[in-house]
């Protein structure tokens, strides 16, 4: 996580697929433990939860169509450094604090409040 907590996570809150404005905390983007991808960690904006999502390197929207797949057969392993970036802040991302919420569907993809937000402050370890 970024920085000192403000709030604590609150367990109360009913579950509720929710856009919420923009993440205004920061959140760190740091390379995934085998090194393919990259997991950003941060503090829902709706229920305060810690919250951790990974983005792999070579699925759909992570820099990986395009020449180099062309020329080579294969699908890199690692985007553009410069490119890791803008695309985790174009990013939709999900409250996965890991909190059955109170009315959380037995079908919800995601184990959190139901909120989903844009990140506008995110350092990416190791990107330019």
């Known amino acids: 996580m970024t920085g000192a907590r403000t709030?604590?996570?609150?367990?109360?809150?009913?579950?509720?697929?929710?856009?919420?404005?923009?993440?205004?905390?920061?959140?760190?983007?740091?390379?995934?433990?085998?090194?393919?991808?990259?997991?950003?960690?941060?503090?829902?904006?709706?229920?305060?939860?810690?919250?951790?999502?990974?983005?792999?390197?070579?699925l759909p929207g992570t820099g990986t169509k395009g020449l180099w797949s062309k020329l080579t057969g294969t699908a890199r392993t690692e985007p553009d450094p410069g490119s890791v970036v803008e695309t985790l802040r174009q990013e939709t991302y999900f409250c996965e604090c890991g909190h059955p919420h109170p009315q959380l569907p037995g079908n919800a993809v995601f184990v959190g409040c139901g909120a989903s937000w844009q990140v506008r402050s995110l350092i990416v370890e190791g990107a330019p």
């Open 7 to 58: 709030v604590s996570h609150d367990f109360e809150i009913v579950y509720a697929e929710q856009d919420v404005d923009a993440a205004t905390v920061s959140f760190t983007g740091r390379a995934s433990a085998d090194g393919l991808g990259v997991v950003v960690t941060g503090d829902c904006p709706r229920c305060h939860g810690s919250t951790a999502s990974e983005y792999r390197y070579g």
